[in-house]
């Protein structure tokens, strides 16, 4: 249905109903801008990307061939766009010393709070990883575990996906691990 | 950490929602993107003689002292016209230092031609 409605009104923005595009924008925001905060984590700073992408999607509408879902063309476009600008943006992450301390901090009474910190600091630890492991672990989850869609946003092999898959969760699991052991040994 | 744990921490993500204004926003910026005439493109076809005469230029003033340097190469085959003309007005172009003379003068031309070429177009458009 969605895909009928987004051929649809492309067409008629090709034909010159700009209006035409606010379907696509209402059909397409949410899932752009928590793609977006995903790769920033930060909400006004992932609206403003998302509506770059949006722009950036209106100016290459014509570039979409119809093989291809539009919301794949759409996706890729997102991603692409999203790594290249967080990568030329100073880096705004937790600094892993703060990720240790939120996911060791103990305290029964805290039990449900260290918990949304902990996943608030395993989240953020992905975004501390190298790029490629970041891009395809940020992708997979967001399409819901879906290995061929990350592959077709990223716009690699799904052999690369699941490999990169592999290889970010063990450096994740690493990261996290070591940096708690050397923590509770500091506090030794 | 477990494999499992980790799908369940990134898997759980709760969703965001766009600001109630973000869809007339996005439609403003569209708006003002189509009203907006589209850049100037650079006038390839009218800059295409000035481009060549650099080119030229260029070849004049790196292979005809290299040609003129270095020694006859050992003719492979042997050829049906006669070039030992070229060979001797290069000579004597060399011994002028005409190169230089025409790189003066081709750089004169379209220094001039090319500012006037530009001109015409934007006239005639």
Same mark, same amino acid.
């Given at each position: 249905?969605?895909?009928?409605?987004?051929?649809?009104?492309? /067409?008629?923005?090709?034909?010159?109903?700009?209006?035409?595009?606010? !379907?696509?924008?209402?059909?397409? /925001?949410?899932?752009?801008?928590?793609?977006?905060?995903?790769?920033?984590?930060?909400?006004?700073?992932?609206? %403003?990307?998302? /509506? %770059?992408?949006?722009?950036?999607?209106?100016?290459? @509408?014509?570039?979409?061939?119809?093989?291809?879902?539009?919301?794949?063309?759409?996706?890729?476009?997102?991603?692409?766009?999203?790594?290249?600008?967080?990568?030329?943006?100073?880096?705004?992450?937790?600094?892993?010393?703060?990720?240790? %301390?939120?996911?060791?901090?103990?305290?029964?009474?805290?039990?449900?709070?260290?918990?949304?910190?902990?996943?608030?600091?395993?989240?953020?630890?992905?975004?501390?990883?190298?790029?490629?492991?970041?891009?395809? =672990?940020?992708?997979?989850?967001?399409?819901?575990?879906?290995?061929?869609?990350?592959?077709?946003?990223? !716009?690699?092999?799904?052999?690369?996906?699941?490999?990169?898959? =592999?290889?970010?969760?063990? +450096?994740?699991?690493?990261?996290?691990?070591?940096?708690?052991?050397?923590?509770?040994?500091? %506090?030794? | 950490?477990?494999?499992?744990?980790?799908?369940?921490? @990134?898997?759980?993500?709760?969703?965001?929602?766009?600001?109630?204004?973000?869809?007339?926003?996005?439609?403003?910026?569209?708006?003002?993107?189509?009203?907006?005439?589209?850049?100037?493109?650079?006038?390839?076809?009218?800059?295409?003689?000035?481009?060549?005469?650099?080119?030229?230029? =260029?070849?004049?003033?790196?292979?005809?002292?290299?040609?003129?340097?270095?020694?006859?190469?050992?003719?492979?085959?042997?050829?049906?016209?006669?070039?030992?003309?070229? /060979?001797?007005? +290069?000579?004597?172009?060399?011994?002028?230092?005409?190169?230089?003379?025409?790189?003066?003068?081709?750089?004169?031309?379209?220094?001039?031609?090319?500012?006037?070429?530009?001109?015409? !177009?934007?006239?005639?458009?």
């Amino acid at each position: 249905m969605s895909a009928r409605e987004d051929q649809a009104d492309v /067409q008629r923005v090709l034909r010159g109903d700009i209006s035409a595009f606010e !379907g696509i924008v209402k059909r397409w /925001q949410a899932p752009l801008v928590n793609l977006a905060y995903r790769f920033c984590r930060d909400r006004s700073r992932a609206e %403003e990307l998302a /509506q %770059e992408v949006f722009l950036k999607a209106y100016r290459a @509408l014509r570039d979409w061939r119809q093989e291809a879902a539009f919301s794949t063309w759409l996706f890729a476009l997102a991603t692409n766009h999203y790594r290249t600008a967080i990568r030329s943006e100073p880096s705004r992450f937790v600094a892993i010393e703060r990720m240790t %301390e939120l996911v060791t901090r103990g305290g029964d009474a805290y039990d449900g709070l260290r918990e949304r910190d902990r996943d608030q600091s395993v989240r953020a630890a992905v975004l501390a990883l190298p790029a490629k492991y970041r891009d395809a =672990l940020t992708l997979f989850y967001f399409h819901e575990m879906d290995v061929s869609a990350t592959a077709r946003s990223l !716009g690699v092999p799904e052999g690369t996906i699941k490999a990169r898959l =592999l290889r970010g969760r063990g +450096l994740l699991r690493a990261k996290l691990t070591r940096d708690v052991t050397g923590l509770r040994l500091e %506090e030794v | 950490m477990t494999d499992q744990e980790l799908d369940d921490i @990134l898997g759980a993500e709760a969703q965001i929602e766009p600001t109630p204004g973000f869809t007339a926003t996005v439609m403003r910026a569209v708006h003002r993107e189509a009203t907006t005439p589209p850049p100037i493109r650079f006038p390839w076809v009218l800059a295409l003689p000035g481009v060549m005469a650099w080119g030229l230029t =260029l070849v004049l003033v790196f292979a005809i002292p290299w040609y003129s340097s270095s020694p006859p190469p050992a003719p492979a085959f042997r050829f049906r016209f006669d070039f030992s003309w070229v /060979q001797s007005a +290069l000579d004597s172009l060399r011994h002028l230092q005409a190169g230089w003379i025409m790189l003066a003068v081709i750089l004169t031309i379209a220094c001039v031609s090319f500012p006037l070429r530009l001109i015409r !177009g934007r006239y005639r458009n």
